[in-house]
């Protein structure tokens, strides 16, 4: 059963990745930004994956890879409210 929980985690990592950088190329945008949102999809992957695991080290390390990627999405978005202010009033 791990083995099947693991292809399905990856396959929908490729695919939500693929869908993201078509939309970047759509909108031709470069798509070193997409990293920026790609970056998170594959970090919660990996944390869930260690998540399936049977030994607790490896359980711990994936709750925390979860949780840090819920965080660099929210530190991602303050960062470019923060950038946008700053930018905005320096017209």
């Not at 059963?1 to 396959?11: A, D, K, N, R």
């Not at 990627?69 to 991602?76: H, R």
């Amino acid at each position: 059963m791990f083995i099947v929980q693991v292809l399905v985690i990856s396959l929908l990592l490729i695919f939500y990745s693929l869908l993201i950088a078509a939309l970047f190329r759509k909108f031709n945008r470069d798509l070193k930004i997409a990293l920026f949102f790609i970056t998170p999809l594959l970090v919660f992957s990996v944390g869930f994956v260690f998540r399936l695991s049977v030994k607790p080290p490896i359980v711990d390390l994936g709750f925390f890879l979860t949780e840090f990627s819920g965080l660099f999405i929210s530190i991602l978005f303050a960062i470019c409210l923060f950038l946008g202010q700053l930018r905005y009033w320096k017209k």
